[in-house]
């Protein structure tokens, strides 16, 4: 898995922990520690699939659309690294049987695994991340 997934948790939560005020792309990557340039890139990812809004000018900023107990962490997977636990696999010797039918297999189980791992990701929310980071 890429690190995006991981990198818009923490942008959504970081959100949450500022509810009712809108925060700048410049605050958000100070906490999470990327490059602006990335960062941006997956603010722009969650605000085309409406889980933060965001205003420019003066008092511009971003912001959840959503209270965080509405957003679930199947939808940030699905939109920063679905498809990425599937393994690559290498050409392979198509006169082995092993080699002709492993990648095919290999697939068809990180795929289901991948589809446990969303409906497990479906019952945590941001606000479950919050809670607990305000716990520790």
Do not use: W
Request: glycine residues 4%; proline residues 4%.
């Amino acid at each position: 898995m890429n690190s995006d997934f991981s990198i818009a948790v923490h942008c959504v939560a970081y959100l949450a922990q500022k509810q009712n005020q809108r925060v700048t792309s410049e605050d958000i990557a100070q906490s999470v520690s990327v490059h602006p340039v990335r960062l941006r890139k997956i603010l722009s990812i969650l605000r085309k699939e409406n889980i933060i809004t965001s205003k420019e000018g003066a008092k511009g900023g971003f912001s959840l659309n959503d209270p965080p107990e509405h957003i679930t962490l199947d939808k940030i997977f699905k939109i920063t690294s679905e498809g990425t636990l599937v393994p690559k696999c290498p050409d392979s010797n198509e006169n082995c049987p092993i080699g002709k039918n492993l990648s095919n297999i290999l697939i068809r189980i990180f795929h289901n695994a991948e589809e446990h791992f969303l409906n497990y990701l479906k019952g945590v929310t941001i606000k479950d991340i919050v809670d607990e980071i305000n716990n520790s």
